[in-house]
């Protein structure tokens, strides 16, 4: 019988994506992305207005007024591009995986119609990069502090022969103290804080600690419940944040390569 | 509840404020099902209890008591009410009288006594340090194993406490509200279309199903008309979600008895409908397109013919997959008499879904409550009364192929026209919505004023489900519990909330 299914499965085509189409994409995540020239201080008051999670605000930067867009807590709901007018597309790359929190902002000057987002120190990984980061093992302990489910989806499919994490050497364990990378979705909520406390402190050090999704980013959607303590930084230190609401596999993986790379390559 | 109240009458009938109801006479046991049991607040913010039963006919059965004094537990004709209970006790603080047991279950032991979220104003709750006693099985050679609430694999938080014999399970104590983030409190003095965001996240691997159910509450409470468009495209996406959760099940099963080959299998079709959905919607999952009224975008007629023919083609290599499956005899040897749930159980504790047609319980909301598309769609609903791994497989393989068939029934022949109707928010709102979503019935509760809401309780299927569990590992092996469990395939977020 399992010659059976073996013998279905060969007759499939190869299904893995290789790692350069994977790196970027975020295809299916709806994530948010401002054309500077078309924004306009009305347009980016309503945003603010329609944004759920307050991804959007209004600030004023050496006396200049700036819209800002925090992908921390973007849901990528895509109830900004009507009221955008065109200035909110929907991201067609996007490479804010694996950063420190202050990378996740952008700003864009509202009067000179430019993005003034100071520069990322490493923008993206370059692909002669990519291979120097393979051939190392890296063991992934994920951790749901809250979760919806939706991220854990995500991160499953991590392992599915189109994106066949295991070609990396990456794997999933089964233990905290098999780990060196703790993957933490959803908020923290007040019934998991004390058990994601002590979850870190069984994974050895040194070790990464990577909050998924707009939940573990920000808390998102639940920020502010009374039930709730926070994003997962709220109780345990974070390397790197992956945004989106779910984040695909696609850019999960570019936000693991992302935190890998900076403890790697310095 | 006390015997001069009148009898119960259909949801919609008589509004919250009309005299206290009472669930049908004398049907408890015969007819009527426990849907659910919940809390709110009158105008002069006096507790009540909310009690829902399905009755046999197409409209729910709706019955409430003022609670600003004790109420009587209901468990002792309806032990589903159980955890409902449990919950209105930690929730509202509503004194239960005659529940067998009243241990917290929504709060956990950081939780102070006396805070009462529902009710009360609450920003910061203190943190405190409580007791929580397990129960105790004593006895020669019996053993407690704890597990969770970190659990080995990518799956969700919860804490289950087994008292073994050997390899035998004696009793399995479920404790679980770990993911408890106090989803319906935030719906409280939110507007009616940042609801559906809300709703979304409860459980995300359902989310157009909880999405769906919650506009259509709004929309009944608002009595708006979702253009026909919408309601054909909100029906495509229901049966994928279930298409998808019912392969993504069976690989799991697969996962769990070792035949990994199986499951790479399942999860590659899996994925294929996932991206699938990417081309079709712009998202994987279906987030942000359910809103009260309809959709919030349209969708492009020959993308959803796109859609349909990845679904046609994975529903095909699935039926191929679970027939290989299902004839192998070390699965069948997995599978079959593992984790039985008897009718008597399942009537019992009112369980919904998959779970329930597979212990010979023919209930399906599409069918039973019909809404949106269902109304005028034709489908069977498979049923079977093994009760064990192998049956609950079994409806899922055929639910599976039955969904398969609708969406493309429905994508052939897609109605034209707008997808999103206005809706009439001014004065008070009322309405409650039920949708057959992977798990089984899953059932909205609102009532607000002027485009807000002032409550929306959520009756998941994974919270009625869940209580079913203890019953099906009892006498079974310890090892064969995570396969019994993915056979119900439960969500933690969605029971917690």
Redesign the interface.
């Given at each position: 019988?399992?010659f059976?299914?073996?013998e279905?499965?060969l007759q499939?085509p190869n299904?893995v994506i290789p790692v350069e189409a994977l790196l970027g994409n975020c295809?299916?995540?709806?994530m948010p992305d401002v054309t500077a020239a078309r924004l306009t201080p009305a347009i980016a008051q309503r945003l603010v207005e329609v944004c759920?999670t307050a991804a959007f605000s209004v600030a004023e930067l050496g006396g200049r007024p700036c819209l800002k867009l925090s992908y921390a807590e973007c849901?990528?709901?895509?109830?900004c591009e009507q009221p955008g007018e065109g200035a909110v597309v929907?991201a067609p790359r996007f490479t804010w995986c694996g950063l420190p929190k202050a990378n996740l902002v952008r700003l864009w000057d509202l009067e000179s119609h430019t993005e003034i987002t100071p520069p990322r120190p490493n923008p993206e990984i370059m692909r002669g990069q990519i291979r120097s980061l393979f051939g190392k093992a890296l063991n992934i302990r994920?951790?749901?502090?809250?979760?919806?489910?939706?991220?854990?989806?995500?991160?499953?499919?991590l392992?599915?022969?189109?994106y066949d994490l295991e070609r990396f050497g990456i794997h999933?364990v089964?233990?905290?103290k098999h780990a060196d990378m703790l993957l933490v979705t959803?908020?923290v909520?007040?019934?998991?804080?004390?058990?994601v406390k002590?979850?870190y402190d069984a994974v050895p050090s040194p070790k990464l600690i990577v909050a998924v999704g707009a939940?573990g980013c920000s808390g998102?959607?639940?920020a502010g419940?009374?039930?709730?303590v926070g994003g997962v930084d709220a109780v345990i230190p974070v390397d790197g944040y992956i945004p989106g609401?779910?984040p695909?596999p696609a850019m999960l993986l570019t936000g693991i390569l992302e935190v890998l790379r900076r403890r790697t390559v310095r | 509840m006390n015997d001069n109240t009148p009898e119960a009458v259909p949801i919609g009938e008589r509004g919250p404020t009309g005299p206290p109801l009472v669930l049908p006479r004398g049907k408890t046991e015969s007819v009527a099902r426990l849907v659910t049991v919940f809390g709110s607040l009158g105008v002069d913010r006096e507790k009540r209890v909310h009690y829902v039963f399905d009755v046999g006919a197409p409209k729910y059965w709706e019955a409430f008591v003022a609670a600003s004094g004790p109420v009587r537990s209901i468990v002792s004709e309806v032990p589903a009410a159980a955890w409902y209970e449990r919950e209105l006790h930690d929730q509202y603080g509503i004194e239960i009288t005659e529940h067998p047991d009243l241990r917290p279950l929504v709060f956990h032991e950081n939780w102070p006594e006396g805070v009462h979220p529902m009710v009360d104003a609450v920003n910061q709750v203190p943190w405190a340090s409580r007791e929580y006693k397990f129960l105790t099985v004593q006895g020669d050679g019996v053993a407690e194993v704890a597990v969770g609430p970190v659990h080995a694999g990518i799956i969700e938080p919860g804490h289950f406490r087994f008292s073994v014999v050997g390899d035998t399970v004696l009793h399995l104590e479920l404790r679980h509200f770990y993911t408890h983030k106090g989803t319906e409190k935030l719906f409280e003095g939110s507007f009616v279309n940042a609801g559906a965001m809300i709703a979304e996240s409860v459980s995300g691997d359902n989310c157009f199903a909880h999405a769906v159910a919650y506009s259509q509450a709004v929309e009944n409470a608002c009595r708006a008309e979702v253009p026909p468009r919408a309601s054909a495209i909100r029906l495509i996406g229901l049966e994928l979600e279930r298409l998808v959760s019912h392969i993504s099940d069976l690989g799991g099963l697969c996962t769990d008895v070792g035949f990994s080959v199986a499951a790479a299998y399942a999860a590659r079709l899996k994925e294929f409908l996932l991206r699938a959905s990417a081309d079709c919607t712009g998202t994987r999952y279906w987030r942000g397109i359910a809103v009260p009224g309809g959709l919030r975008f349209d969708l492009d007629s020959e993308k959803v013919l796109g859609l349909s023919q990845a679904v046609s083609l994975a529903a095909r290599q699935f039926a191929d997959l679970a027939r290989v499956i299902l004839g192998t005899p070390s699965i069948q040897n997995r599978f079959e008499t593992a984790g039985v749930v008897s009718l008597e159980v399942a009537r019992d504790l009112a369980v919904v879904g998959p779970v329930a047609r597979a212990s010979g319980i023919d209930l399906d909301v599409r069918r039973d409550h019909p809404y949106g598309h269902y109304k005028s769609a034709q489908f069977e609903v498979p049923v079977t009364h093994y009760g064990d791994v192998m049956a609950r497989a079994k409806i899922r393989i055929k639910e599976a192929a039955i969904s398969a068939r609708l969406i493309q029934q429905i994508a052939g022949a897609l109605p034209i026209g707008s997808v999103l109707a206005p809706l009439e928010l001014d004065g008070a709102m009322h309405g409650s919505s039920a949708v057959e979503s992977p798990r089984g019935e899953l059932f909205y509760w609102l009532q607000g004023r002027d485009g807000r809401l002032t409550r929306c309780h959520i009756k998941s299927p994974s919270f009625q489900n869940w209580p079913a569990m203890p019953f099906a590992i009892a006498d079974n092996i310890i090892a064969d519990f995570p396969l019994i469990n993915k056979s119900f395939n439960l969500s933690y977020s969605g029971c917690d909330r």
């Open positions: 019988m399992i059976e299914v073996l279905r499965s499939q299904r295809a299916g995540s709806r759920p849901i990528g709901c895509g109830r929907t994920q951790l749901d502090a809250g979760s919806c489910n939706g991220c854990e989806a995500e991160i499953s499919a392992t599915n022969p189109y999933f089964a233990s905290p959803g908020p909520t007040r019934n998991m804080a004390g058990a002590n979850t939940c998102g959607i639940f419940s009374h039930a709730v609401c779910p695909t | -």
